[in-house]
């Protein structure tokens, strides 16, 4: 298990929910390989990254600002954060963090493997709630290195558009 430091990072739970459902078609089914059925949470230089790839695809959004930047990459299952994804559907900010509580160590006595991220938030018409999600164990494979690193990309077009009276006369 991959150990996560304290960290907080926020956002605004509605873009956090589109985020989510714009990734998660992209997760695994395949049982073999478990962890390519969760949605990846990596941190990056902007912010935290979701990640989703089957082995053929990959995708990518960006979502939280981090106050402290998140330690470790996570992945957790696609249908829990799908289900998350229609609690954020009420709006309001977000943030997420590891369950400290099993940092410390939980129930079975593990110490040190944080094996659950929280969401917190507060709706729009100020209902606070908490949603903690099972990590899946293992390391996600790096999918990431199959994206450039710089965003900006440089094309050109030759389009060749018939004059208007050669084409319609007038």
Not at 12 to 21: D, H, N, P, T, Y
Not at 38 to 61: I, M
Not at 141 to 147: A, C, M
Request: charged share 25%; proline share 6%; glycine share 10%.
């Amino acid at each position: 298990r991959t150990r996560l430091a304290n960290f907080v990072a926020k956002g605004s739970a509605v873009w956090i929910a589109k985020a989510i459902r714009k990734v998660a078609p992209f997760a695994g089914k395949d049982e073999n390989r478990p962890i390519l059925r969760g949605v990846c949470l990596r941190p990056e230089n902007t912010g935290v990254g979701l990640w989703a790839a089957d082995g053929y695809r990959v995708a990518r959004a960006l979502v939280f600002q981090p106050e402290n930047m998140m330690a470790a990459i996570v992945a957790i299952p696609t249908a829990a954060m799908t289900k998350l994804a229609a609690l954020l559907d009420e709006g309001g900010n977000v943030e997420i963090g590891p369950s400290l509580a099993l940092l410390d160590g939980d129930d079975s006595g593990r110490r040190g493997a944080a094996s659950r991220v929280y969401f917190r938030g507060v709706s729009r018409d100020g209902v606070t709630w908490e949603a903690h999600l099972a990590t899946l164990a293992g390391d996600y494979p790096p999918v990431w290195r199959f994206l450039p690193e710089d965003k900006t990309f440089e094309t050109n077009a030759l389009v060749d558009t018939p004059k208007d009276d050669e084409e319609t006369g007038e």
